[in-house]
């Protein structure tokens, strides 16, 4: 069963750009939760997504940023208009359907941005 | 939402010496993971471990739920360990909140 999948690892985006990162949960896994870590700091969360829902958005910027898991295909995470201060890691997490229990989140090898 | 500090923030030892991490959170959780971010970045997921205790080699935890605290024991280190040590809490809500980590530099 291979792990989370996250591609591209690394990401280099002008200031203006879009960068688009994607996230493929593991086998079986329907919920997917993105994180950023900034330079020197832990990670933050930003989004709680399932299989075509938003479950919770709470920790996304208002502007230029938005995520997404359709029903086929990875989870994508985008962000639009860059700026230098998106520069980080973003790390993604997939965890099975709740059985009356949480269970413990996996995390892909994260997608270093760099902003020029 | 649940707040989690995590001490010291830095710590460096000689390489055999033993050390103690600590994992402070603010609320009942249900669940606690500790990780390991090795210097080229990568997030290992360590224990997952609400409560009790689990032991993995050199490496064991310890939560007390009732308390609120976890401890993260590492034996014998080598310098393989060096890098950040991340304890995350998730409450009702699915996500984790982290800790802002331990650096651990061991010196050969």
């Known amino acids: 069963n291979a792990g989370v999948m996250q591609n591209p690892r690394h990401l280099v985006r002008r200031r203006g750009q879009e960068a688009r990162l994607r996230c493929s949960p593991m086998?079986?896994?329907?919920?997917v939760y993105w994180y950023r870590q900034l330079p020197e700091e832990g990670l933050k969360f930003m989004v709680y997504l399932q299989k075509e829902n938003i479950i919770d958005e709470s920790g996304m910027p208002k502007e230029r940023f938005s995520a997404e898991f359709p029903k086929e295909g990875p989870s994508i995470l985008r962000i639009q208009q860059v700026v230098r201060g998106d520069s980080a890691a973003y790390f993604c997490a997939s965890s099975p359907p709740l059985a009356g229990a949480t269970d413990t989140q996996y995390f892909g090898p994260g997608t270093r941005l760099t902003v020029l | 939402g649940i707040q989690v500090e995590q001490s010291p923030p830095d710590l460096i030892l000689q390489e055999g010496a033993n050390s103690t991490l600590r994992c402070n959170f603010s609320?009942?959780?249900?669940?606690l993971q500790w990780f390991h971010q090795n210097p080229w970045g990568q997030l290992i997921n360590l224990f997952y471990?609400?409560?009790g205790t689990k032991q993995n080699g050199r490496l064991s935890a310890t939560t007390v739920a009732t308390e609120r605290y976890s401890l993260l024991y590492i034996s014998s280190s080598q310098t393989t360990d060096s890098g950040v040590y991340f304890c995350?809490?998730?409450?009702?809500?699915?996500?984790?909140?982290f800790g802002d980590g331990t650096t651990l530099t061991v010196k050969p």
């Open positions: 471990i609400p409560s």
């Open positions: 609320d009942s959780v249900n669940n």
């Open positions: 086998k079986g896994h329907s919920h």
């Open positions: 995350a809490v998730e409450g009702n809500a699915g996500k984790s909140t």
